[in-house]
């Protein structure tokens, strides 16, 4: 094989890609502004925007062995095969790595973004060595993927990890979330939510990233805002654990810059809800990789596949 | 191989053992009472109690191949190794399945009772031939076993599927469960949950039994006992089928003797706790072996050993 593979990280606004070799060394990396995200979005005009866009790639390094593709939305299993996407409706049952593979003439593998960047964790990250993997990504909506056994695990029709939605507040006081329900951890702890919980507190709007450097700066409502997140997490963290048992936990996304505030209110209400024999097994990690953790797994699932 | 196994399904106070075909028809069935749970039990009590009953069985029927038990407590992996078990604190790392097999010398297995149950449902009962499946145990307390690609699923440390733990209600009204926290299902469907809640409603004192009886005839406060228990027990499912994506869910236990009032109740409050795609993707189905799911279970698992 090759030393090099082609992965890209499909966003609503941007795509990044990447020449990466087989030590998760990222050779070049590029990213475009491309609106893929809407209701319009069809077949033709994703394989369209991403042949153009690799094919950059592909000129200047005639070596890649494997394209690996990171997209939201739900994927059969590992078939490469797009079920749905929530944010573009026209898409179903699109076959995004055969389609993908037949334009570029090289094969490629397409995955859940999330379960992608727990793979990326596992391989290339703070989770490395680990066998079982709980990964969540905090931004836009709190995403997750689940590594089990080594392998990714996607669920029966590829909906597995809904750990956004995952209830930790029940009752009239609980937030609305954008699935339509109530009290989704998602509700708390996503990027839009922390802001909002923030505007709430202080009647000042400003974006996550703001919050989380004024919490670390010691201001009142930025840090009772970034604990409250870190205690819903712990909370909806602590259900995925009675369930799956598993001891490893990593979170990426902005938030995770004030680790040090949401860390001690995560672990706090991780371990007032396990039960007792499993309080104090579990680790929790910030990604060390960030938002090259998709790339990056999406590079492992060349491999795997 | 022999065509016949000895399996049990080990209670806190009774033993349940019965000889076994491929095919999972019970030939000879007994049950002894036996007082395994309290805190003075040893390993070595356990394995007498187990040895002298076993060998009745044995002494009738030469052709055993292996012997095969559930038993309640965390087991590490599919080692047979008992790490620990709630009522039975004397008990670490009881190397229960070798010591067994050195007893009675013959081959011997030892897993989890309702991991056993699930294997039981998913082999012989109206699982058979999915490849997942999440089993709830209703009885003393709420248990659950889950099967993940036809292989019964453990955990790092033997402590998957706490299912009983997963929170339902949070807030001052939680109800306390025995593990020390609040708002557990458990606290809403288990035997003596029920007990309690139609107590609350109608100050009668009756057990859950004769409170699915009278729910049945139509008793006003009977049926909104069980109609909580179920809308109780569909938000847990749902939790758990957000993070594993699993279509198929089993239940056991006496409640399910009303499951025209139950399974309504799960239903609605599942479906309504969903993402918009999952809902009415996930069929519950009352268990057609009851308390014959761990024996059943328990054999097969000495097949797949």
Request: charged share 15%; hydrophobic share 40%; with cysteine.
């Amino acid at each position: 094989m090759s030393k090099f593979v082609l992965a890209a990280d499909i966003g609503g606004t941007n795509i990044r890609a990447a020449i990466i070799d087989g030590t998760g060394h990222i050779h070049e990396e590029k990213c475009i502004s491309a609106h893929l995200s809407n209701k319009n979005t069809t077949e033709q005009s994703v394989i369209l925007t991403l042949t153009d866009f690799f094919n950059i790639f592909i000129k200047k390094e005639s070596q890649i062995a494997a394209v690996g593709i990171g997209f939201p939305g739900f994927f059969i299993g590992n078939s490469g095969v797009l079920a749905s996407s929530p944010n573009l409706p026209k898409l179903k049952n699109f076959k995004l790595a055969q389609m993908l593979s037949d334009a570029l003439n090289i094969p490629a593998t397409a995955q859940n973004d999330a379960l992608c960047a727990a793979v990326g964790e596992l391989h290339f990250g703070v989770a490395k060595g680990q066998k079982n993997l709980l990964h969540i990504t905090l931004g836009t909506g709190v995403g997750g993927g689940l590594i089990l056994n080594h392998a990714p695990y996607t669920g029966e029709s590829g909906m597995a990890m809904e750990f956004g939605h995952l209830r930790v507040c029940h009752g009239p006081s609980a937030h609305p979330c954008g699935c339509g329900g109530y009290g989704c951890v998602e509700a708390y702890a996503s990027a839009s939510a922390v802001a909002s919980q923030y505007f709430d507190l202080s009647g000042i709007q400003l974006n996550s990233k703001d919050i989380y450097e004024k919490a670390i700066q010691g201001e009142h409502n930025a840090i009772s805002t970034l604990k409250n997140a870190g205690h819903k997490l712990g909370m909806a963290i602590s259900e995925a654990i009675k369930l799956l048992d598993i001891h490893t936990v990593t979170i990426s996304g902005g938030l995770i810059g004030a680790w040090s505030l949401l860390h001690p209110a995560i672990m706090e209400s991780l371990n007032s809800q396990l039960i007792p024999p499993m309080q104090g097994k579990i680790q929790v990690l910030p990604s060390t990789l960030n938002d090259q953790a998709g790339l990056l797994g999406a590079a492992a699932l060349t491999r795997l596949a």
